[in-house]
């Protein structure tokens, strides 16, 4: 289960830096207020650029503790109503990920493609303000696991995020924490 997992989260690292940690808590992810737009398909820019990623992992049932420290560069552009990101980590390309929004829904559906040919998933990101949650599910055996990674980002070069999971969608076990400086374009 873990393998799996680390391969989700490989799919997201350059997006949401989910690098992976403990302690339950009663808290739901950082919040703005609703009525903030959410900038439609070209919110998505904001994470062009090359990070700093530096995070803590900790040991849970679905992670192992550690440090990270990786370098990603989003390599973004728009055509029409998509944005596309070449993702690298380190300076090795990762994952093509492409986003869509839904002005009915206002959620934006990400579409990361590997490099090695297998399908491409779909994933979900909700931006309300300056908070980008990208929530996903995993079912095993009838048992329902839910993950989130939240960015905030705390201005224009900036991000904290957090990687959790929950039983019930509600309390939440922290799995990794971090920070990303913009280093450059």
Same mark, same amino acid.
């Given at each position: 289960?873990?393998? /799996?997992?680390?391969? *989700? ?11 992976? %940690?403990?302690?339950?808590? =009663? ?7 609703? =009525? ?12 062009? #650029?090359?990070?700093?990623?530096? $995070? ?7 992670? =192992? ?5 990786? !370098? ?8 029409? %109503? ?8 380190? #300076? ?6 492409? /986003?869509?929004?839904? +002005?009915? !829904? ?10 090695? $040919?297998?399908?491409? %998933?779909? $994933? ?16 095993? $055996?009838?048992?329902?696991?839910? /993950?989130? *990674? ?6 224009? +070069? ?9 039983? =019930? ?17």
């Amino acid at each position: 289960m873990r393998q /799996f997992v680390s391969i *989700v989260v490989a799919a997201w690292i350059a997006l949401c830096c989910a690098c992976v %940690g403990a302690a339950q808590n =009663d808290r739901k992810p950082p919040t703005v207020a609703v =009525d903030q737009p959410t900038g439609g398909i070209d919110a998505v820019m904001a994470y062009a #650029g090359t990070w700093k990623v530096n $995070g803590e992992r900790f040991a849970t049932a679905h992670s =192992d503790a550690g440090k990270e420290e990786n !370098t990603l560069r989003n390599d973004c552009w728009k055509s029409g %109503g998509y944005v596309a990101c070449n993702q690298y980590v380190n #300076g090795e390309s990762k994952a093509l990920l492409v /986003f869509t929004y839904s +002005d009915l !829904t206002k959620m934006y559906t990400s579409y990361p493609i590997p490099q090695n $040919g297998e399908a491409a %998933g779909a $994933g979900r990101l909700q931006i309300i303000g300056n908070v980008w949650t990208f929530p996903w599910e995993l079912s095993q $055996g009838g048992v329902t696991t839910y /993950f989130h *990674v939240v960015n905030v980002f705390k201005d224009h +070069d900036h991000i904290e995020y957090v990687q959790e999971f929950s039983p =019930d969608n509600v309390h939440w076990t922290k799995m990794a924490k971090g920070t990303e400086a913009r280093i450059g374009n």
